[in-house]
């Protein structure tokens, strides 16, 4: 299937590791010119040479820290400048973050905020001026905490990733007259290099050992098995793409059947 992604300009967030450099890899190797963006320079230069690598394609990389608004609003801005325009934003930075209510303060309930839906607001906001010019996609990735609890002292994560969801579901709306399409992308359980330490975490909480907290996720999928980064981006890189030209405002779910409602 021709995806129709050659010449397109791709911006993808959190993109040094994990599931964004899949998608950004995955961006690449179908023909676009994809600008990627992490806080540590280390990886985000490997990164940007494994993508050069391994498709040929041209990648830009870009220091941010994308919980600041200056950030998300430079990054968007170099990205656009750096290809000569932007069809394609992928919002791909979120992180989880187990603690129970008496221990998130003010403060930190803000940095969730900020790190899991503000980093996609502002990247949007900053976008659309591009993405309106000839039709763009947003691609926001989400999780399956914002549609139904499955950790515990999950509530961070689930609050965020549900005011993603509603997000994406008004943004979408307002994409429709100018031919941008907007939609979310929800990984379950995905074998990423931040899994072992999810895994601590998750074995911490709950006082089991490591292995029984990866055996625990592995279950969670109806395929007994973790996902890998590139599972979750070949859907991401189909929705970027012109075969996807009548989806939006949806939420595709890419968790080996991990999620129970219907
Ligand atoms: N993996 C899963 O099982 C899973 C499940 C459900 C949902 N998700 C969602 O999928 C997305 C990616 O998860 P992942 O597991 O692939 O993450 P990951 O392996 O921890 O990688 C995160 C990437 O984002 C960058 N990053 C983190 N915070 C950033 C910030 N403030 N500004 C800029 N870059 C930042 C990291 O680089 P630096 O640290 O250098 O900044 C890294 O490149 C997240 O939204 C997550 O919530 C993942």
Same mark, same amino acid.
């Given at each position: 299937m021709d995806l129709s992604l050659k010449g397109k300009r791709a911006l993808v967030t959190g $993109? $040094? +590791? #994990?599931i964004g450099r899949a998608i950004a890899q995955g961006l690449a190797a179908e023909g676009a010119e994809v600008a990627i963006c992490a806080r540590r320079p280390g990886p985000l230069r490997q990164a940007a040479e494994r993508i050069q690598a391994e498709t040929g394609a041209k990648v830009h990389s870009f220091g941010a820290d994308l919980s600041r608004t200056e950030d998300c609003d430079r990054v968007v801005r170099q990205a656009a400048e750096a290809m000569g325009g932007l069809e394609i934003l992928v919002n791909n930075v979120g992180q989880i973050k187990l603690a129970g209510i008496a221990e998130i303060s003010d403060a930190d309930w803000q940095k969730e905020i900020d790190r899991n839906v503000m980093s996609a607001v502002r990247c949007a906001r900053a976008a659309w001026p591009y993405l309106m010019r000839r039709g763009g996609r947003v691609i926001n990735i989400t999780g399956l905490a914002g549609k139904q609890v499955h950790l515990p002292g999950d509530m961070a994560t689930s609050l965020t990733k549900a005011a993603l969801n509603s997000f994406t579901k008004t943004l979408a709306h307002e994409g429709g007259k100018h031919g941008i399409l907007v939609n979310n992308v929800c990984p379950g359980p995905i074998l990423t290099e931040g899994m072992p330490e999810r895994l601590g975490w998750i074995a911490g909480r709950l006082k089991i050992s490591v292995e029984d907290a990866r055996r625990n996720r592995e279950r969670v999928s109806v395929l007994g098995r973790l996902g890998t980064p590139e599972e979750v981006a070949n859907v991401a890189v189909f929705l970027a $793409? +012109?075969?996807?030209?009548?989806?939006? #405002?949806v939420t595709v779910e890419v968790d080996g059947g991990a999620s129970h409602y219907i």
């Open positions: $993109s $040094s +590791e #994990g $793409s +012109e075969r996807a030209s009548f989806v939006t #405002g």
